[in-house]
């Protein structure tokens, strides 16, 4: 077994497909899938099997999946010992949020103690930020819910993790700016019955969002992406439901309208494990974001 391989084994196992893994290796498709092929080679047994949905890991890549990272942990322990260097505090982000919201966690860590590094690591899958956090993948990480539980929005809690709102994260409904809605006082889920609804990959907390007030009624059309959202709803091939900050300046400047359909906000959380909470840096991290959101 080769690290590298391990390291495929891993990403295909959180992101379930080759090309999600291959995209956040930034490796070709075709090189993730030959570095599974040798891994298995070399043990084998197979640790996927290929479905028409992705790939599902057997009963021996669940045996291996715990193999995995405690062998790449060791391997970047010594890394770091042999060049001196402390372990940087890993922050998981939904990828909309590692842009808005990370820059302020980091500068604030920094004045508090620059001796704590932080590594940011986005990703497009709340689910899989939550089992990497579980699993010691990642230390912490910032995701979007609502409720008054962990997974409210319809993810599995974990019972390993433990969380704290930082801030209200407002949603909003937003078409293009010469929509037929526009002006409307208020707006009916009857009114939307024809609109195309602009969605991101599934599972995304936004779509759950919509889920839940719009129902199943609007026809789904899948963006990939806030960005690819936003403008696709600037050029009327949709509507979009997404967090106010994400379509601000759209709004400023007049390429977006807010359609008057009222939404619930979401929460923005901090997750961690439960059994970290004595980690100087974990701490200073979860210090980091109060002082953030105002708390203390």
Same mark, same amino acid.
């Given at each position: 077994?080769? @690290? ?19 995209? /956040? ?25 290929? #479905? +028409? ?20 942990? !060791?391997? &970047? ?27 302020? /966690? ?10 704590? +590094? ?20 990642? &230390?912490?990480?910032?995701?979007? &819910? ?15 993790? +433990?969380?704290? &709102? %930082?801030?209200?994260?407002?949603? %909003? ?18 009114? @939307? ?5 602009? #969605? ?20 789904? %059309? ?18 979009? @439901? ?9 709004? !400023?400047?007049? #390429?977006?309208?807010? $359609? +008057? ?8 959380? $901090? ?13 200073? @991290? ?11």
């Amino acid at each position: 077994m080769e @690290l590298r391989q391990l390291r495929t084994f891993e990403a295909v196992v959180r992101h379930r497909t080759v090309t999600e893994a291959a995209a /956040v290796l930034d490796l070709a498709p075709s090189t993730v899938s030959e570095h599974i092929r040798a891994l298995e080679r070399s043990l084998g047994v197979p640790v996927f099997e290929r #479905t +028409a949905r992705g790939m599902r890991v057997t009963p021996a890549g669940e045996v291996l999946r715990g193999w995995a990272r405690r062998l790449l942990e !060791q391997a &970047d322990q010594a890394r770091r010992e042999v060049a001196g260097a402390g372990r940087a505090l890993r922050l998981g982000a939904l990828e909309t949020i590692a842009a808005s919201h990370a820059p302020g /966690v980091l500068s604030r860590i920094a004045a508090r103690d620059p001796r704590v +590094a932080v590594e940011v690591r986005p990703s497009r899958s709340r689910d899989a930020l939550m089992e990497d956090v579980a699993a010691g993948v990642l &230390d912490a990480a910032l995701v979007l &819910d609502t409720g008054e539980e962990l997974g409210d929005l319809g993810f599995a809690p974990l019972s390993a993790l +433990a969380f704290a &709102d %930082v801030e209200p994260m407002p949603l %909003v409904l937003v078409a293009a700016a010469d929509h037929p809605l526009r002006d409307a006082d208020e707006v009916t889920l009857e009114d @939307l019955r024809d609109e195309r609804l602009l #969605t991101n990959v599934p599972n995304c907390s936004f779509l759950l969002a919509a889920d839940r007030v719009l129902g199943g009624a609007l026809r789904r %059309v899948r963006a990939e992406g806030v960005p690819v959202m936003r403008a696709w709803a600037e050029q009327g091939l949709g509507i979009a @439901l997404l967090p106010e900050f994400a379509v601000a300046q759209s709004l !400023q400047a007049g #390429t977006l309208t807010r $359609l +008057a359909f009222p939404v619930p906000p979401l929460q923005l959380r $901090l997750i961690w494990g439960a059994d970290q909470e004595t980690r100087a840096d974990v701490r200073e @991290l979860l210090y980091a974001v109060a002082a953030g959101s105002g708390r203390r």
